[in-house]
């Protein structure tokens, strides 16, 4: 079964940094696209990164450009998100997802929820 | 980015069919067909509905539709039951290499 795990998620202090981690499982994890997509309180989906099968091609939303990395580990079958220099906007439920055909998304995690907030 | 622009709320009965649209740019839902859509119930992750603008995955009831006329997308669900009570979001390929999803929308079956 194709499983996804995210972590790492919790409450934080504006301009704190965070590291989700997201577990893989029940795939050939290094064959796929990723991406981080996330949920603020009440609102819709944003996507926010994804990342290449080899981590050599990296794309974001420009409102986490500079914040916010990217990055794989094809040898532990995870995916992450080191965010810095966090704000109260950040605050969202944040799912990974795996890239479906290349355009689309399936499935996605339980996701992890990150509170900003003093 | 701007977001996709979609109804907040569409309704209807059982049995019925209902159509939710979605309308972006030519950068974006018009110029490519490459337009999904996702379910979400309340505390759930979202699920993959409808790819590629009119495709569905491996198990996706073919009560769901999808189309794409210009740049605006539609979704409709069919034969209305129950648990089609769900929030819907539309997302679509940018050509800024990116995506970007549309403000969802609450269906409720009456």
């Known amino acids: 079964e194709v499983q996804l795990v995210e972590s790492g998620g919790g409450l934080v202090q504006p301009g704190g940094s965070l590291r989700l981690s997201c577990a893989a499982s029940?795939?050939?994890?290094?064959?796929?696209?990723m991406s981080w997509v996330r949920q603020a309180p009440g609102k819709g989906l944003e996507w926010v990164a994804n990342?290449?099968?080899?981590?050599?091609?990296?794309y974001y939303v420009d409102s986490v450009k500079g914040r916010f990395t990217i990055s794989r580990d094809n040898a532990k079958n995870s995916l992450y998100l080191q965010m810095n220099s966090l704000r109260a906007e950040d605050t969202a439920v944040y799912y990974c997802?795996?890239?479906?055909?290349?355009?689309?998304?399936?499935?996605w995690g339980q996701g992890t929820l990150v509170t900003v907030s003093s | 980015q701007s977001a996709l622009t979609q109804p907040a709320s569409v309704s209807g009965s059982p049995g019925q069919s209902i159509t939710i649209s979605c309308t972006g740019t030519?950068?974006?839902?018009?110029?490519?067909?490459?337009v999904s859509w996702y379910q979400q119930h309340p505390g759930k992750a979202p699920k993959l509905m409808i790819y590629?603008?009119?495709n569905r995955p491996s198990g996706v009831s073919n009560r769901f539709s999808g189309s794409k006329s210009g740049n605006t997308a539609s979704l409709t669900i069919s034969g209305l039951q129950a648990e089609d009570e769900a929030d819907y979001y539309c997302?679509?390929?940018?050509?800024?290499?990116?995506?970007?999803f549309g403000g969802g929308t609450k269906l409720t079956v009456l």
């Open positions: 990342i290449k099968q080899d981590g050599s091609e990296k």
């Open positions: 030519s950068s974006d839902v018009g110029g490519y067909n490459y």
């Open positions: 029940g795939f050939t994890f290094s064959s796929y696209w």
């Open positions: 997302s679509s390929y940018t050509s800024s290499s990116s995506w970007v």
């Open positions: 590629d603008v009119s």
């Open positions: 997802a795996r890239d479906f055909l290349k355009y689309s998304y399936s499935p």
